[in-house]
């Protein structure tokens, strides 16, 4: 049974950090692609960042030179170091994994950014 779980999230003041973790199990995560979505209520769920199997790293433009997206495949690990956070980065993070037709979800983690 494949499992993505999310950890990390929580409130945080403007101009903080957080980071978060995404731990995979049932899938050869070494030949996934691994991204992180976020979904704020009544909007379409959109791309943060993405890494590749090789390591390649692709981050919209909304969060570029704030969030860093990186992967321990012994640990099976997707990260989302997060800083300089803003009150529209608020949202539910989403792991995704993905490979060929295979497409993953992880259940989610609130992310609120208020003073």
């Given amino acids: 049974q494949v499992q993505l779980v999310e950890s990390g999230g ?13 731990t995979a199990s049932g899938i050869a995560f070494s030949f996934y692609a691994m991204g992180w979505y976020r979904q704020t209520p009544g909007k379409q769920r959109e791309l943060v960042a ?4 090789g390591g390649n790293t692709n981050y919209a433009n909304s969060v570029k030179g704030r969030f860093t997206i990186s992967r321990d495949n012994a640990k099976k690990t997707v990260y989302l170091q997060m800083d300089s956070l803003e009150p529209e980065d608020t949202a539910v993070y989403y792991c995704n994994a993905g490979w060929n037709v295979r497409n993953y979800w992880g259940q989610g983690t609130h992310v609120t950014v208020s003073s």
Avoid: D, F, K, N
């Fill in 10 to 22: 929580g409130l945080v003041q403007p101009g903080g950090s957080l980071r978060l973790s995404c």
């Fill in 50 to 53: 993405t890494i590749t199997s």
